[in-house]
């Protein structure tokens, strides 16, 4: 198979793949009824994404023609088909669990209505909520009054309605209204009768108050059908010397309103005299989406679906564990002298790390605290204790990565009000976004500097913590620390690049590193000693890295892959790769954390790190991999790891047919990991009191 393109997968099949699994979530009958409403949300929203991003750019390769094979190593035209016929064929196993949940709701006495369903006392509750909240909210836009229509805001639901002059069928109206879901809830609980529930969306409630809005214009509602349009989420970053980095960054957000439309879903009720005038009208191409479903779209919005307060239908939550070896109330930081530790997310609480900040932002003798920031939380804890540290005399240094994809604008903001305060703040660098997770801390300690490092795998941000399965190393150890300085030292000047000898830093060393590692295994399979690599990450991608490990494989080194998302490697081919095993775990929390551990001849080398396997992680991010030298977090993390590889009831074989099979091992006990990663962290804490 040596050259033959078969032997990858393409990402963007692998990663509808990826969605399919999350679909199997909201299929999963074990799944409590609200958690599975939650995940057809997330599957929503992720395909929202992924049109916005993916398709959108191989729309703009295709325009490329054959040179778009430059850039993708795959006809786009091609790709494209076959995203069109996966996603529609998505959207019909969608639509039968949604109507399989709807079923189940109403066996609970909790029933989603339309304006069609209601009775006397119900249309009269809701007419006047119409009134009082919803009409006040909404502005509809005439299209006789516009040559083209005003751009739609993407990711907002929008009724689109066909409206008829009373005594004239000849001239149709048309009209645009915004279901205003920023201002209001989209779902509208009604009063309880006989102890049945309902809920309404605000859609149906303004589809119920058309009539009232159009009739002094004597004009009668034919149709009012919801429609959504996708657009391409690239930001167009001018070079203008003229204006500042944020300047730039902020016109191009704004630019997004105006991006080009790639997708268009509808109510598949539409009449097609009107599907055409609308897509004429949004300037749509044969080569978009237009995606008919069923009345109930931006289905992103049902992750905030009301529970109704039946717990027992929604995952119980899971109490927060202690680290064994921190006290409540001491000093964070004088436990970091003594050793290192490591900070399992969700299982452990984030609040740890906005602890360590806090003391730091107090303590007398620490001189300053550098850090780097992607997306931070809405109402952001972190930020706070930073600014805490500028009142309180401390250096505050913060790089802010102003082009986190969606994230742009809130931290343009957090950065000026840390301006405001005092802080210093970078603005990333030009040429890479800086994506590694990093926090450093100096403090003056019998009259020399001793500095403590935070090194993460997912964001410091409170808000996903809760739902990420992510890892932060805790550290004083000065190989570590010194070369984080050194680090933070060439984001603020761009200019003094240094060599690593301990971490792993991209774009310059990460991927020769990784393969040097890789290599060693080979070596040492080719010399009949035990050879093995085990590597969790988000996506696998790269082909350089993927040759590699197939590499590995053809020279006995047996490789083990925990990969949640994009995988383009096939696993378990014979000649090529049958010594790879690869899985992936869908549960309650987002596999998020990346683990690297090598054999490297018996004396194992582990790491974590915030770089996938992706040749933008790679090549054109600064990213770091960071060692793990205590043993004792060694040993945690081997245990992490190997509990994910048991796992028997969410993890989902990883093979060429993306069939995603559900792993099953017969003659042992199901493990389910999530849960055996919180019993396993909470008997350390038990066993760290005896």
């Known amino acids: 198979m040596a050259g033959n393109i078969s032997k990858f997968i393409n990402r963007e099949i692998s990663w509808l793949s990826f969605n399919s699994r999350v679909l199997q979530e909201a299929n999963d009958p ?83 209505i339309n304006e069609t369903q209601l009775t006397p006392e119900q249309k009269s509750f809701l007419t006047l909520y119409f009134r ?48 205003p879901t920023k201002e209001l809830s989209r779902f509208i ?182 850090m780097t920031l992607y997306r931070v939380a809405e109402k952001s804890k972190i930020v706070n204790a930073l600014r805490a540290a500028v009142y309180n005399g401390k250096k505050v240094t913060v790089l802010f990565e102003f082009r986190a994809r969606f994230d742009e604008e809130a931290n343009i903001y957090w950065a000026n009000q840390l301006i405001e305060d005092g802080a210093r703040v970078i603005y990333g660098m030009p040429e890479l976004k800086v994506h590694a997770k990093l926090c450093l801390i100096s403090r003056r300690e019998h009259g020399k500097t001793i500095r403590y490092a935070a ?76 050879a093995y690599i085990l590597v969790k990450l988000n996506s696998l991608m790269d082909r350089d890295m993927v040759e590699y490990l197939y590499k590995a494989s053809q020279s006995g080194v047996k490789i083990r892959l925990i990969v949640r998302g994009i995988c383009s490697l096939r696993a378990g081919i014979p000649g090529l790769s049958e010594n790879i095993e690869a899985i992936s775990v869908i549960d309650k929390f987002l596999e998020h954390s990346r683990i690297f551990i090598f054999c490297n001849g018996g004396k194992e080398k582990y790491f974590i790190g915030s770089a996938d396997w992706m040749t933008r992680n790679l090549d054109n991010r600064v990213e770091v991999a960071c060692p793990i030298y205590d043993l004792d977090v060694q040993r945690e993390l081997r245990t992490y790891f190997e509990l994910q590889w048991q796992d028997t009831v969410k993890a989902r074989i990883l093979n060429g047919s993306l069939n995603n099979q559900y792993r099953q091992i017969t003659d042992q006990p199901p493990v389910r990991s999530q849960q055996a990663i919180y019993e396993f962290l909470q008997q350390e804490h038990a066993l760290e009191i005896k």
Not at 151 to 164: D, F, K, M, T, W
Not at 232 to 256: H, M, P, W, Y
Not at 455 to 471: C, M, P
Request: hydrophobic share 40%; glycine share 2%; no cysteine.
């Open 30 to 112: 074990t799944v409590p009824l609200m958690e599975r409403i939650k995940f057809l949300a997330i599957f929503s929203s992720n395909l929202d994404e992924f049109f916005r991003i993916r398709v959108a750019t191989l729309k703009r390769l295709m325009r490329l023609g054959r040179k778009s094979r430059l850039f993708i190593e795959d006809d786009p035209v091609r790709i494209l088909n076959q995203v069109q016929t996966i996603v529609a064929k998505q959207q019909l196993e969608f639509e039968k669990i949604y109507q399989q949940i709807l079923q189940e709701l109403q066996a609970r006495n909790i029933f989603i």
């Open 455 to 530: 090194i993460g795998t997912g964001n410091f941000n409170e808000d996903t913590a809760k739902l990420y399965a992510d890892h932060t190393l805790l550290t004083s150890d000065k190989r570590i620390t010194n070369e984080v300085r050194d680090l933070f030292d060439f984001l603020k000047t761009n200019y003094k690049l240094k060599t690593y000898q301990h971490l792993i830093v991209s774009p310059f060393f990460m991927r020769n590193r990784w393969k040097s590692l890789i290599q060693r295994e080979i070596q040492h399979a080719q010399s009949g000693k035990e």
């Open 189 to 370: 609980v009604l009063p309880a009768n006989n102890d049945k529930q309902y809920i309404m969306l605000l859609e149906d409630v303004i589809r119920l108050g058309l009539p009232e809005i159009f009739s002094m214009f004597h004009l009668e509602v034919v149709e009012a059908l919801p429609i959504k349009i996708t657009k391409d989420a690239e930001l167009e970053l001018e070079d203008n010397v003229t204006k500042s980095f944020v300047e730039t960054i902020s016109k191009s957000v704004k630019g997004r309103v105006r991006g080009e439309p790639v997708r268009l879903t509808y109510d598949h009720h539409i009449s097609q005299e009107f599907l055409h005038f609308l897509t004429k009208r949004l300037g749509l191409s044969p080569h978009d989406t237009l995606l008919p479903e069923r009345r109930d779209l931006n289905f992103k919005d049902f992750m905030k679906f009301p529970t109704l307060d039946m717990t027992h239908l929604q995952y119980q939550p899971l109490a927060p564990l202690q680290h064994k070896i921190v006290v409540e109330g001491k000093s964070l930081l004088k436990v970091i002298r003594q050793k290192d530790l490591l900070l399992h997310y969700p299982y452990q609480s984030f609040h740890y790390m906005i602890s360590l900040l806090r003391e730091a932002a107090i303590d007398p003798n620490v001189t300053s605290i550098r």
């Open 132 to 179: 009082r909240h919803v009409r006040p909210s909404i502005v509809p836009f005439m299209a006789s009054q516009f040559r083209k229509f005003p751009p739609l805001n993407e990711g907002s639901l929008y009724l689109a309605v066909r409206l008829q002059k009373q005594g004239d069928s000849k001239k149709p109206e048309h009209a645009i209204v915004e279901v």
